[in-house]
């Protein structure tokens, strides 16, 4: 049960490691990673590439820019953070090593502040997403990779959201708020979508009837063969 605490280029963070058993799918590992927070920070960007099992973002942290725990017999994240100008950029990269255990497990969850401006670039590997970014100020969102299953919830805490996804998804579920204009623009031709609330303005392109007239408009290009993408307003 190790705790370490890191200083590189100005930047601390806390790291907490401890190896169970859990007598079936071999040897789990609880790992937690904090950056803490800056009031200095004006931006945060979040890179993630080649998650494994389930990975979650949901709920914020007062204390910390990013709590990162998580459990499982899938490897190791590294967390390299860089800082300059006001600005942030955290990158979670697995370790890419493939793992065969009788029993594979992995999930991830995050913890981010809520009073940086923030971007979302996530290359999701296999792994499915659960991705709560209500809370936070979110000015763009880029997903890719090849995962089974994506839940997106976004928020209405900037006035213009940029969204681009580039996946191979199976399932892609959608929230998006009543007080937000959205626009969703389909690159590629798939006939399962659900997009209850919205219009067709032209070919591949559906939008809310409020777009012109909200304050917040969320833009939304989708590039991507998935077989069920369903779009909920709350």
């Not at 973002?57 to 490897?75: P, W």
């Not at 763009?140 to 998804?169: C, H, P, T, Y």
Request: glycine share 8%; proline share 3%.
């Amino acid at each position: 049960n190790r705790w370490w605490f890191n200083h590189d280029n100005g930047i601390e963070w806390h790291h907490h490691d401890r190896a169970m058993n859990d007598g079936e799918s071999g040897e789990m590992e609880l790992q937690q990673e904090r950056i803490p927070f800056d009031s200095t920070v004006s931006e945060a960007t979040l890179e993630l590439e080649g998650a494994a099992g389930t990975f979650y973002i949901r709920d914020t942290s007062a204390k910390f820019l990013l709590d990162f725990r998580k459990k499982g017999n899938m490897g190791k994240y590294k967390i390299e953070p860089e800082y300059e100008d006001g600005k942030y950029v955290i990158n979670i990269e697995r370790d890419g090593k493939n793992y065969n255990s009788r029993k594979r497990f992995n999930k991830a969850t995050v913890k981010l502040n809520s009073k940086p401006l923030w971007n979302i670039e996530m290359d999701l590997g296999a792994a499915d997403a659960r991705l709560d970014l209500s809370p936070f100020k979110v000015k763009n969102v880029d997903i890719e990779g090849g995962a089974s299953n994506i839940q997106l919830k976004l928020g209405s805490l900037v006035s213009r959201m940029q969204v681009e996804i580039d996946a191979g998804v199976s399932n892609f579920e959608l929230q998006i708020p009543e007080r937000s204009g959205c626009r969703v623009q389909f690159e590629s031709v798939f006939s399962g979508k659900n997009m209850d609330g919205f219009e067709k303005e032209s070919s591949g392109r559906y939008i809310t009837p409020d777009y012109e007239e909200s304050d917040n408009k969320i833009n939304i290009v989708v590039d991507a063969a998935i077989s069920n993408f369903k779009v909920e307003r709350y």
